[in-house]
């Protein structure tokens, strides 16, 4: 099918590469000419496991282009995906103007066969019908300028525009780190919408990965895919994202009590996690969650339910757990080290997770921050970060090139992110290069055991 991806950041570069890998023509569109002619050479302009090579082979193939032509994308896509971002606005809100940009944009260009307009970024409940009036209001204005073009209107010599189009709700459930992975082998795939010729148009598009022709197990039944109405398809993804936050803010909580009474909460997690109406997944205790979704996406939620005079009173709990457990580190540095001005702490890792590039409300940010109030001096090393320098645009913290010029001079390290290549440093080494041989394991990733055996005095998040 002909697909056009409009947005091509985390969500929208992965999905158009696995959709022309399965076989569709796709068109990626950004209007960030730089990124455009780093996806042209071939290259990822994100850190994205696999993202690359499917890029490369799609290239190869002439399965995928990438423009900055708005209007071609519109003519080329049988479907056209919105996946832009939408970020946080200071009160919470969900800023949708790039949203409503896209849409007008495809409005203007929206003539001759019909199209379904997929809404893949995550927008408030009611942005699908919102997104409708937003191309409606695009090709009433294409219409106007035609009208105008000559001079005077002429409102007797209406042009014919045939647009025809639906909108569907496509919310997307990948994470960064593994998103190449989880479009392959997704737990369900949600459309909303009242349109059967728009669902069964989606259900084509998906047909590949549904009957898992690209799993990484082909052997396991079909994915299930379920069909919504646009509001509901909507509220599934601000719901999913919500529920994993509140699980992380209640273990987080459960290991905060595991320190004060002396229990171990990666056992605790381990014992209730057996329970299958509990599930093993999303009980790692830590120093809080963030990137570029939970925090947002539960933000908007609060504030959708306060627009209809509703007070979420457990999503506010699991915000402000989390809020307190970001700061978590700086308490039990103090209560390590005292005082913490004129020391210096290593960071180990900066991104929100392992295995992405991506620094949108990462926990290390608080951290920096806090310690510069507190007069510490910063330093850090990310296997990612310390490559791509300061793009970031990071202060406050001398990012250092390798783990052993971190922990030189360190009075305190923290794990803030758990890279894999974290677990085979070599500890003894760092430990003798540091002025006190504090580590904060700000993951419960590293083994208590040979981190004292290492030197080091090792303090957990409850544990
Ligand atoms: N990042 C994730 O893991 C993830 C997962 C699921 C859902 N989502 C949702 O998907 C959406 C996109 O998130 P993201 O992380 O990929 O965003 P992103 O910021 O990485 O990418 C957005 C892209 O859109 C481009 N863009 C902005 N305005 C444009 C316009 N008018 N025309 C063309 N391109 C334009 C930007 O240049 C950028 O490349 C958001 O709504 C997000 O909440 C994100
Ligand atoms: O047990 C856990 C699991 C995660 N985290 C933290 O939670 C945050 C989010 O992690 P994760 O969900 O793995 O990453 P994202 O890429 O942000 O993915 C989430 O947000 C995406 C954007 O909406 C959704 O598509 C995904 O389904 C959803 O998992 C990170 O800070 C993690 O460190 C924990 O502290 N403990």
Redesign the pocket.
């Known amino acids: 099918m002909r697909v056009c991806v409009?947005?091509?950041?985390?969500?929208?570069?992965?999905t158009g590469a696995c959709l022309a890998h399965i076989g569709h023509d796709v068109v990626c569109?950004?209007?960030?000419e730089e990124?455009v002619k780093i996806m042209k050479s071939g290259q990822s302009?994100?850190f994205e496991p696999g993202l690359s090579d499917i890029m490369q082979s799609a290239i190869s193939t002439g399965k995928i282009e990438f423009s900055?032509d708005?209007a071609a994308g519109v003519a080329h896509g049988e479907i056209l995906f919105i996946?832009?971002?939408?970020?946080p606005l200071p009160t919470g809100e969900?800023d949708t103007r790039?949203?409503e940009?896209?849409a007008r944009?495809i409005g203007a260009h929206l003539d001759g066969g019909y199209k379904v307009i997929v809404n893949?970024?995550?927008?408030p409940i009611g942005s699908g019908d919102w997104v409708r009036m937003i191309v409606l209001d695009g090709i009433a204005e294409r219409q106007n300028t035609l009208i105008t073009a000559g001079g005077a209107p002429t409102y007797d010599k209406l042009p014919e525009i045939t647009a025809q189009f639906d909108v569907v709700s496509n919310?997307?459930?990948?994470?960064?780190g593994s998103?190449v992975y989880d479009t392959f082998n997704p737990d369900r795939i949600v459309l909303g919408g009242n349109s059967p010729r728009a669902i069964a148009m989606m259900k084509e598009l998906y047909t590949p990965i549904v009957e898992r022709k690209f799993a990484t197990d082909p052997s396991l039944p079909p994915v299930p895919v379920l069909v919504t109405d646009l509001s509901s398809a909507e509220m599934i993804?601000y719901a999913a994202?919500a529920f994993l936050a509140t699980k992380i803010s209640f273990i987080n909580e459960v290991a905060n009590i595991c320190d004060r009474v002396g229990a171990d909460v990666t056992q605790v997690a381990k014992g209730i996690g057996l329970d299958s109406r509990i599930g093993n997944k999303f009980l790692n205790a830590g120093i809080g969650w963030g990137?570029?979704?939970f925090p947002?996406?539960v933000s908007a939620l609060i504030h959708t339910a306060d627009d209809y005079g509703y007070e979420t009173q457990l999503l506010k709990a699991a915000v402000s757990v989390n809020e307190r457990q970001r700061l978590l580190a700086i308490e039990k540095l103090q209560q390590t080290l005292k005082i913490l001005k004129g020391k210096t702490v290593g960071l180990l890792g900066l991104t929100f997770k392992p295995d992405?590039d991506?620094m949108?409300d990462a926990p290390a940010l608080n951290v920096i921050e806090q310690l510069n109030r507190l007069g510490a001096r910063v330093k850090a090393y990310d296997p990612i970060v310390s490559q791509t320098g300061m793009r970031h645009g990071l202060s406050g913290v001398l990012v250092e090139t390798d783990a052993e010029r971190l922990a030189d001079g360190c009075d305190a390290l923290v794990l803030v992110t758990e890279w894999q290549q974290f677990k085979n440093l070599d500890y003894a080494k760092m430990a003798q290069l540091m002025s006190h041989p504090v580590m904060i394991d700000g993951r419960n990733f590293l083994d208590p055991e040979i981190m004292v055996r290492a030197g080091f005095q090792y303090v957990g998040i409850g544990r």
């Open positions: 409009i947005g091509t950041g985390y969500v929208g570069l992965v569109i950004d209007n960030n990124k302009p994100i900055s708005l996946a832009v971002g939408t970020p969900s790039y949203v940009a896209v944009g893949k970024s995550t927008v919310p997307e459930f990948l994470r960064e998103a993804k994202n990137g570029s979704c947002k996406d992405t991506d949108r």
